[in-house]
């Protein structure tokens, strides 16, 4: 591969218009299978193609969570705010791929929900055991807190779609 951009969460809100705005622009895009709790074969089959030309963009995550939510919802909340990022960050220093990961404006805040909290200890954890690791490699890691994700069904006044 050559000057790929691969993204992680290609399905969901914002991943979708991501891919969308990229083919447009006439990028080639790899749709990075979803990872369960340990199973990253597959992942790791996709990432091994990847080299330093390639982009990763981790647009993957869980947003909400429910009050009365299972132990299983907050469970699968850790991994995908968490144990992900962490392992995309490994796969792309393998590869010397650039890392550029979308995070929360909730990460920077006060907040106490459990997105929140999830959301700044992936950042710190990207931050602290990733960090010094990419310089060191010469490996671009970004960490991105896109302000707002307006999209169906979260429409907010006249803006009911994301627009680029």
Known sequence: MNGVIAVMGSEGRLGS????RARHAGEEIVHLP?????RTARLDDVMRALGPDEVVINAAGRAHVPADATAD???D???????????LADRCLRTRSALVHLSSPKAGSQSTTEYARSKREAEARLTDDFGHRFDA????????RPP?????????????RLRW
Do not use: H
């Open 73 to 75: 919802v907050r469970a």
């Open 17 to 20: 218009r991501l891919v969308d």
């Open 148 to 160: 707002a994700v307006l999209a169906p069904p979260f429409a907010v006044g006249k803006l009911s």
């Open 34 to 38: 979803r990872v369960e709790a340990g």
């Open 137 to 144: 490699a010469g490996v671009v890691l970004v960490l991105a």
């Open 77 to 87: 909340l850790r991994t995908s705010n968490i144990a992900l990022p962490l392992v």
